[in-house]
């Protein structure tokens, strides 16, 4: 717990656009690993444009870490296909997490993230204090792979008693 600065929720909102794997379509969940950590979405049945809108939780105690998403087809009888991956930093949003914001109007865009070639951003990203919380809103072009694009929203949960940022 002492290592810990805190929890980064990842609000996996939808996929865009992804590769067929199977016949006509396919049956993408993610993946999200940062270090050591593993976290998994549910699978989207016979869908190429999945909407999970599930919240995965990473434990950040190095924040340098990159954090890598994958998107895969569930196969019954086989190895389950890879659809893409992509990676993102979050140095410029935990520098933005580290400012202070009370009395800041909601919906203040703190700071934007334009898209790069070390980068997945498909669009610029904007890092917003909305209802008393930094958030980011990102959608990652997915690499390896023909096409497929994959919205998520990044925030950051304070713990007490963690060594924070």
Not at 85 to 91: G, M, N, S, T, W
Not at 119 to 125: A, D, F, I, K, R
Request: proline share 4%; glycine share 6%.
């Amino acid at each position: 717990m002492e290592n810990l600065l805190g929890l980064l929720r990842i609000h996996i909102r939808k996929g865009a656009n992804l590769a067929v794997r199977d016949v006509r379509s396919s049956d993408p969940y993610v993946v999200v690993r940062m270090g050591k950590q593993k976290l998994k979405t549910r699978v989207v049945k016979k869908n190429i444009n999945p909407e999970w809108n599930e919240d995965l939780t990473l434990s950040i105690a190095d924040p340098n870490l990159p954090i890598k998403i994958s998107v895969f087809d569930k196969d019954t009888f086989s190895a389950d296909d890879k659809m893409g991956d992509a990676e993102f930093d979050i140095k410029h949003f935990l520098e933005a997490v580290k400012m202070r914001l009370e009395g800041v109007p909601n919906n203040t865009i703190l700071t934007t993230v334009k898209p790069t070639r070390d980068n997945c951003l498909s669009e610029e990203s904007c890092i917003v204090w909305a209802d008393g919380k930094v958030v980011q809103d990102m959608i990652l072009r997915l690499r390896n792979v023909e096409r497929g694009e994959v919205e998520l929203q990044l925030q950051w949960i304070d713990i007490p008693g963690s060594r924070g940022i």
